[in-house]
Structures are given as structure tokens and as C-alpha cells.
């Protein structure tokens, strides 16, 4: 069975650019999550979809980030404009229920540097 | 307000060797926590996790933890650590199915020959 796939691994651009992150969960996950981890910190949730709907967003910097999951499969996480403060490595998960309580199967990660 | 602490960010011990690693979350009626394990560059796998019944989890590659309710813990245990082991471990916790679920900060074992 493949695993959660994102892409890029990595990522460098200067402040003010801007940045997507692609990521496509185990196929039949009907949860979809991304955590931001900054170095020596643990994964913060930033979004999570539930098929095609959002159902947590509450930590989304909503200036600067977009987050989408057309068709309740894979899904996009934005950056416009990036700050310093974005440098992190961003986490993608998915799960097979709609339940917290389950498993969470995650991808290895995208690292994005700001400069 | 919902947290968890991992008390120790490192923790050193030598080959075979027991280690805990500490996880502390706030108090609530209901609550479900979770150990997964971020081996160097790859994702977050599960351990092991408590959701009810029996308070001592058992989990893949040896690992355990004890759901300790008076003293709001969930320490992570092996009785003898393998050089394997070396990895960043994160407790976390959710206080209901529908509630997002919080990480520790993490804590990474180094494991001496």
C-alpha cells in the first residue's frame, strides 16, 4: 500500500515569495491533515479536511495561507507572501475514519527555508 | 487549556539499556494519547495509544506506556533500548474524537554503543 506522497522535500525562496506544497494521502483516507513543525517544536495543526470539507482551521494564518481538497483526495497548502517565520517543515497526515482516535499515517515531509 | 509536556527534549542512555520518556497532558474528563516515533528523515508512525480498558498499552518494538490518570502521565518505556531505537519521540493527546489532536514538543533518544 503506498503512503502519504508529498511534494517538494525541499524548498528555498526568499521573503514575499510565494510557495505550494502538494500532498496525496493514502487512497480511501477520508481525513486530511496539515501540521507545521518548526525546529524543536512538535507538529501544530494547521488545517484539517474531512473529505472535500474543513473541519478544523482555527491555527491557519488565514493572511498568508490557503489550503484546498478538491474532490476529497490529494490537497495544496499555499504560502502568499512567505515570512522568516515560515522556515518549517510541513507535515502531512491522513487517517482512515473521521475520528480523531484513529491511526494517523504520515508523509515524510516538506521543508520550506525562507531567507 | 489542552497541552501536553515532554519534560526531557533529550535523552541520552546506553545500548540495552531501560529508558522512560516522560509525557505529562492537562487534566480532563475524557482524554486519548498517543505515541508515535519520527525515525531521522522519515514521516511520524504510531507506537502505540490509549484510548480506554487496560492502562498499560503495549505497542510495536518493545515500547509501553502507562496511562496514569492521577498523575495526568503517559510515560513511554522499553527495558532494553537497541542503537535502532535512535529516533524523536512525541506524545500527544486529543480530548474527544472530534477534538484536534495536540503533540509535544518531542523528545529525541541517543542511544551509546
Known amino acids: 500500500e503506498a503512503g502519504v506522497a508529498q511534494s517538494p522535500r525541499y524548498k528555498i525562496i526568499e521573503k514575499r515569495q510565494s510557495v505550494a506544497f502538494w500532498c496525496n494521502p493514502i487512497s480511501g483516507h477520508a481525513t486530511l491533515y496539515w501540521y507545521q513543525q518548526i525546529l524543536g517544536q512538535g507538529p501544530k495543526l494547521l488545517i484539517q479536511f474531512q473529505n472535500n470539507g474543513v473541519v478544523d482551521d482555527s491555527q491557519l494564518p488565514k493572511d498568508r495561507f490557503s489550503a484546498e481538497r478538491l474532490k476529497g483526495v490529494d490537497s495544496t497548502l499555499k504560502i502568499q507572501p512567505a515570512k522568516l517565520e515560515d522556515s518549517a517543515v510541513y507535515l502531512c497526515?491522513?487517517?482512515?475514519?473521521?475520528?480523531?482516535?484513529?491511526?494517523?499515517?504520515f508523509g515524510e515531509g516538506s521543508r520550506l527555508t525562507v531567507l | 487549556a489542552q497541552s501536553v509536556t515532554q519534560l526531557d527534549s533529550q535523552v541520552p542512555v546506553f545500548e540495552e539499556a531501560p529508558v522512560e520518556l516522560r509525557c505529562n497532558y492537562s487534566s480532563s474528563v475524557s482524554v486519548y494519547l498517543f505515541w508515535y516515533v519520527q525515525y531521522p528523515n522519515q514521516g511520524l508512525q504510531l507506537l502505540l495509544k490509549?484510548?480506554?480498558?487496560?492502562?498499560l498499552v503495549k505497542g510495536i518494538n518493545g515500547f509501553e506506556a502507562e496511562f496514569n490518570k492521577s498523575q495526568t502521565s503517559f510515560h513511554l518505556r522499553k527495558p532494553s533500548v537497541h542503537i535502532s531505537d535512535t529516533a524523536e519521540y512525541f506524545c500527544a493527546v486529543t480530548y474527544s474524537s472530534a477534538s484536534k489532536i495536540i503533540f509535544g514538543s518531542g523528545t529525541r533518544l541517543s542511544i551509546r554503543p
Open positions: 490509549y484510548l480506554s480498558g487496560s492502562t
Open positions: 497526515a491522513s487517517s482512515l475514519g473521521t475520528s480523531n482516535t484513529g491511526e494517523l499515517f
